[in-house]
């Protein structure tokens, strides 16, 4: 499964290599990563990153509200690209507030289970920014690459699934990874949580536990809505992403051993 990355300012930050696939390979070490957003690092951190792991692209899928408030804090030699992955609807974000600052949820009509689920269910369809992962992941040259949005839950959730099930990963183990988030964002979620106690009412701080979850329910939505409107994860990948079976297979060939 996947390695958390030692890196202690980053967010939820992972390596995907060693991840099983149904046939029996696994995907390459140090070539495809998850994280959360990297405004925090040091110079040390940095200097790692570029010179250790020799990461290259950034595809980060944040809004520019939050880029601004929190920028990534990039290395040599990286190449940053950003594009949004939140669905193009002004009811369903993926950002933990609003471009106000205001709690989403003082905003929305949604309990943020509900939310949430409809989040999972619009994501993973017409996304201009999991069209840039595909092409990304079809033309890097062996070159790593790390997606991520805020805390490296949602929109990178979403962007991993894809990548995974590209790559041959069967629907456990991709619920098992994502589910894994749960515990790799635990400390920094708490110290978020904590950070805000005194601003939030106790019913408030409920509902940011539950937008900082990462639950099976969340992701399942995401599937379930793939197989109402493809009948399969592989049509899905090939009508909305262009991932047929050609494509599938350079991927495979590029990142599994």
């Known amino acids: 499964m996947t390695s958390v990355v030692p890196i202690k300012n980053g967010i939820n930050f992972r390596d995907l290599g060693g991840i099983k696939t149904s046939d029996g390979r696994q995907i390459r070490a140090g070539m495809l990563y998850r994280s959360g957003e990297f405004s925090r690092l040091n110079d040390d951190e940095k200097d790692f990153l570029s010179d250790e792991l020799n990461l290259h692209y950034v595809l980060d899928y944040r809004d520019q509200h939050e880029i ?36 989403i949820f003082v905003l929305k009509k949604y309990s943020p289970f509900d939310f949430m689920v409809k989040l999972y269910q619009l994501l993973p369809f017409n996304n201009l920014a999991y069209k840039k992962l595909t092409s990304l992941l079809l033309n890097a040259n062996g070159r790593p690459l790390v997606q ?110």
């Not at 408030?69 to 290395?75: G, K, M, T, V």
């Not at 699934?161 to 629907?171: C, I, K, N, P, R």
């Open 68 to 103: 601004d408030r929190h920028p990534d804090n990039l290395w040599n030699n990286s190449q940053y690209i950003n594009i949004p992955a939140n669905p193009l609807s002004d009811e369903f974000t993926a950002s933990l507030t609003s471009e106000q600052g205001k709690d």
């Open 148 to 257: 991520h949005c805020a805390v490296g839950k949602d929109r990178t959730g979403i962007g991993v699934a894809l990548t995974l099930f590209a790559l041959g990963v069967s629907e456990e183990i991709v619920m098992q990874d994502y589910l894994l988030t749960e515990r790799y964002l635990n400390d920094y979620r708490e110290a978020v949580l904590s950070e805000n106690k005194s601003k939030l009412s106790p019913e408030e701080l409920e509902k940011h536990k539950i937008i900082f979850a990462a639950k099976k329910e969340f992701l399942t939505a995401a599937i379930e809505e793939i197989k109402k409107r493809y009948d399969t994860i592989d049509n899905w990948l090939a009508k909305e992403y262009q991932l047929d079976d050609k494509n599938k297979k350079i991927l495979q060939d590029i990142y599994l051993i």
